[in-house]
């Protein structure tokens, strides 16, 4: 199963991590809890629309931006999962794997 | 403040209106209660990723296409109300209507 929160944290940390921040830089400046946004970045929490806004706001990224990102990787994700059946098993143990880990 | 939940509430509802399904009908086939497919569909509820997906799958539309909705008007709001100054005081008045009623 595809699960939105897993891409929502990827996206938040990689925009994090391409405006060379800290987690605690974010979490401050979105007034979030430090251990709440990790876990949201790890996909272990669902994010409020709430604290999206200010997350995305501390970010400076427009949240449609992370949405069409979320978007995009979910794409990717679904295009490869519709064709099992013609790729390599390992190629497709890997997709899982990247699903449930990531 | 853009609420996602707001905007994924209104896709869901379109998609399913668009394919003619009832809230009864989609709730059921996506092993939700309705009560709660309608909170999430009014934007009063935050749908879990879980659900989300589930509902996404009774619907018959990919998530990646919900989120590209969602993202697409987000971005819409997102533009306008970055004009507040250019832009005649009722239609920023309806704009901000929009945001808080929809």
């Given at each position: 199963m595809i699960l939105v929160r897993q891409e929502?944290?990827?996206?938040?940390?990689?925009?994090?991590?391409?405006?060379?921040?800290?987690?605690?830089?974010?979490?401050?400046?979105?007034?979030?809890?430090?251990?709440?946004?990790?876990e949201v970045e790890r996909g272990q929490k669902e994010a409020s629309s709430e604290i999206l806004?200010?997350?995305?706001?501390?970010?400076?990224?427009?949240i449609s931006i992370i949405m069409r990102e979320v978007s995009d990787r979910i794409s990717?994700?679904?295009?490869?999962?519709?064709f099992p059946d013609i790729?390599?098993?390992?190629l497709v143990a890997s997709i899982d794997a990247e699903l449930v880990t990531h």
């Open positions: 929502i944290g990827d996206v938040l940390r990689d925009f994090r991590l391409q405006k060379g921040r800290t987690l605690r830089q974010v979490a401050s400046k979105a007034s979030v809890a430090l251990g709440y946004l990790s806004a200010s997350v995305a706001d501390a970010l400076d990224v427009p990717v994700l679904e295009g490869m999962r519709g790729l390599p098993d390992d």
